[in-house]
């Protein structure tokens, strides 16, 4: 099998990481300069500069302006995740999905969501689980801002969650994620059948569209969940 | 301000998920034929080809033969990822780094390590812990493959960490990551300075430089650590 000729600038983006990864270019090394490259790859030299722009802004290639272009001592790998909704995550984990409503009302944020919405603005609040087999595998707590989703309010989300109301009608540009671990809550813990105090894998998402922020959520996962993702493969 | 063309399939497949994150193209919208795409990128049918595909094996567009290339319902966003290493990391978020070997030694590893590591082997087992601001940061509990890695053996890890050695030195091809939130374990707490129980953020990752099981590695964070990424913005 011949490996493709990479092309355009993401292309070349990605044999460059390939490289480097493979440590065919080793930390430190001096790569070939722009223009021995673009004859490597056909392309002009400044798809191969965009190329290498995009990798020393990552932290990968460190460029200087006399000494040419050099592989960061320590470069950063980067991985995919995917940011699923959650009945397809839990189906593809091969459960049966199910779904409960706990709470949906129009109030003012509190001063940490407010924050996320962007001031203080009318919210609608939606608390629900999400089941596998029956049992309590992610707890939503969500707030929709009210002025960028104004028919957010007419929505009844007893049925269809938020999470897949949203993602199928809501447009965004920028997505904030936040993992970490917590402690579950006393609230939390009841609902996803816990000890208060046990570790929850917990995931924080602010939602724009443009300058809009469109909605703030934190999900908390019963145990045993795990999130993968991959480098290369 | 003009946007650029995008360019190669990578640069198509960008500029067709941004349209489906935006809702240019919301889900379950057909949108146009290769053809029509090609002559609006000013590239080859193939190269379109090749974008759409790529994007319907990560579930964003369904293709039909006969009824064309639609949105899918449910799209699903991609974050980056980055894996740094930990020194850096612990810098960059503002901290003077600190670092303290706890053990060093050749074993046979666990069942679990044998498994992640291709087998039985000897295996290097390292552990260390990470300091920012002279507090325990991260443990790092790491085993190497010293049937891959044989030169490990020599290497000590008193003051450079077996993370930034084996990133400068040791090709890799592919990574696999979990994440997850544990209680801690004794042994763990102590070095963390937690109660036993307490949730520690944890990182799971197997190294392979092609078929060869290079490292497995267990992150374990004090309490207080985010993971951050973006999709878009």
Redesign the interface.
Known sequence: MTTPQ??????I??EVLRRV????WP?GHIIPGEVDLAAEFGCARA?VNRALQALAD??ILERRRKAGTRVA?????????????L??DIEERGHVYGYRLLEQSIMMPDLVCAQKLGGNTTALHVRAVHLADDAPFVLEDRWINLKTVPHAAEQSFDTLSAN?WL??T??????????????ASEEGADTLRLAP??????VERTT??HDDPVTYVTLR?A?G?????????
Chains 1, 2 share one sequence.
Do not use: C, N
């Open positions: 990479p092309t355009g600038w993401q292309g983006q990605a990864h493979a440590r065919e930390p798809t990552a932290g001592m320590y470069p950063v790998g980067r991985a995919v995740l995917d940011i699923p909704v009945r397809q897949e993602l199928h809501v447009p965004y540009t920028k997505i904030d994620v936040s993992l970490s671990a917590q402690a105090g046990a570790p929850v894998f917990t724009w569209d996962y145990p969940f795990e999130l993968h993702t991959q480098i290369g493969g």
